[in-house]
């Protein structure tokens, strides 16, 4: 910490406003890959616990160890290997591709292949797969009747704080506040961890209220004073900060789009091994395997107010799940364009 607490002076700087640039959220498309993961997070739920589901493996290829081979997921367990690999296509994959297949497992001494492709597949790959042992799957996506009968929907809640009102204060010496290069300082303040570490702090002090518990979602005011150590901005050295203003916890639902089965193409929806229930933000979806549940946010297209983030997320359902894995990715970042803050800079007396 630096020094001892001083009094702040009446001099602040004049037209204070910056404007806090960022990055557009990105809309998150279907890719390869969001099938892929989803795909490898399925099988983690559905194979035994000691079994090791890899997304984007790389394998030495048997007949030339130094050339390594890209697997889009591969399953190993007890010393039997298994390949999988996914497509993503408008058409339903014919029989080529099962025979192209057939000839990947043989030659990277494959136990089992499965084939995964979201179009479904032509009923003479089908008869091949059959035929010489390839597992089809696909997702079969569920009618509202079916959705209805299944019963085990669960809602998706974010909550998150947002702020208004805001004004960040920065201390510096007498003698460095007359020397602080004005247009340096502003540039920083785009993207400096200051910020981050300001939102942090109030955000520490918010959770301490318990609002979510409580179900309290009032406007409530907030202050909180830093003493920095090592941080420069105009070139001169912070030596205290001050963040104040006023934060909400607001609740919003997270609606699911659709739901879909994976499984053997021949299979009902209710006879599947598992069930994916897809949301309206990103790539964000909840795998069911009976009350079992792996619960993947993707923030890549949240669109929250200005200077609002996510902080807590809530799955609630009719029946007690157990949840296997919950993860968030793909956090961005917390200041949208055209959003500002009061900036105010100030001296301290001894």
């Not at 001050?242 to 919003?252: N, Q, V, Y």
């Not at 639902?253 to 739901?259: G, R, W």
């Not at 949240?302 to 807590?312: D, G, I, K």
């Amino acid at each position: 910490m630096i020094g001892q607490r001083r009094k702040r002076s009446g001099r602040v700087l004049k037209n204070p406003r910056f404007p806090i640039d960022s990055i557009e959220p990105v809309k998150s498309t279907r890719t390869p890959e969001a099938l892929e993961r989803q795909v490898q997070r399925i099988h983690a739920l559905l194979e035994r616990p000691d079994a090791e589901v890899t997304w984007n493996d790389h394998i030495p290829d048997p007949d030339n160890p130094s050339q390594l081979r890209q697997l889009d997921v591969t399953i190993r367990e007890h010393g039997k290997f298994t390949i999988i690999e996914c497509r993503v296509w408008r058409k339903a994959q014919g029989v080529k591709w099962i025979e192209e297949l057939m000839g990947r497992r043989e030659s990277l001494h494959a136990d089992t292949v499965i084939a995964v492709s979201d179009a479904g597949f032509t009923r003479g790959a089908r008869k091949k797969a059959e035929k010489h042992g390839v597992l089809l799957r696909d997702l079969y996506k569920l009618t509202p009747e079916e959705i209805a009968t299944w019963g085990h929907k669960l809602a998706l809640t974010i909550y998150y704080y947002e702020y208004s009102d805001l004004t960040l204060s920065l201390g510096f010496t007498e003698e460095s506040i007359s020397k602080l290069d004005m247009a340096v300082l502003k540039a920083q303040l785009q993207s400096h961890p200051i910020l981050q570490s300001a939102f942090n702090a109030a955000e520490r002090n918010l959770d301490s209220l318990n609002l979510l518990a409580r179900g309290d979602r009032r406007v409530i005011g907030f202050g909180i004073s830093l003493r920095p150590e090592a941080i420069e901005l105009g070139g001169r050295s912070v030596v205290e900060i001050k963040f104040e203003g006023k934060a909400k916890l607001i609740e919003r639902p997270i609606p699911s789009h659709s739901v879909v089965a994976y499984g053997e193409p021949k299979l009902t929806a209710a006879r599947r091994d598992a069930t994916v229930e897809k949301f309206v933000l990103g790539q964000t979806s909840i795998v069911h395997m009976g009350n079992k549940v792996d619960v993947e946010v993707d923030l890549s297209g949240v669109q929250l107010p200005p200077f609002s983030r996510a902080r807590f997320f809530r799955v609630k359902g009719a029946e007690k799940v157990e949840h296997e894995r919950f993860a968030i990715v793909n956090h961005q970042s917390e200041w949208p364009t055209g959003a500002s803050l009061d900036v105010e800079l100030y001296t301290l007396e001894p």
